[in-house]
Nanobody, 121 residues
């Protein structure tokens, strides 16, 4: 089973940037679709972005299109989420996971422990 550890979160002002990392261990992620989701206080966890095995297909929720970029480095067993032009509504705990498909919200295994992103206005 793949273990996932997210990092890179923090406190940033609106308009700022953060780069999240998701380091995998226990198994290579090179054969898996990977992605990010987030959960804001009092809300359900929601899809943010997914990336195909090769990285050629990426999906984003509408609210982050043009601001967030997902990428992967299979050699480092790591997935990234570059977040630019951050808004207060991006405040949430961000999680990464292995997905069954780039077109599906269904995950394989467990979520990581998450990393907190807080955007101040």
């Amino acid at each position: 089973q793949v273990q996932l550890v997210e990092s890179g979160g923090g406190l940033v002002q609106a308009g700022g940037s953060l780069r999240l990392s998701c380091a995998a261990s226990g198994r290579t992620i090179s054969n898996y679709v990977m992605g990010w989701a987030r959960q804001a206080p009092g809300k359900e966890r929601e899809f943010v972005s997914r990336i195909s095995v090769s990285g050629s297909i990426t999906k984003y929720t509408d609210s982050v299109k043009g601001r967030f970029t997902i990428s992967r480095d299979n050699a480092k067993n790591t997935v990234y989420l570059q977040m630019n032009s951050l808004k207060p509504e991006d405040t949430a705990v961000y999680y990464c996971a292995v997905y069954s498909s780039v077109y599906s919200d269904s995950i394989i295994g467990s979520w990581g422990q998450g990393t907190q992103v807080t955007v101040s206005s």
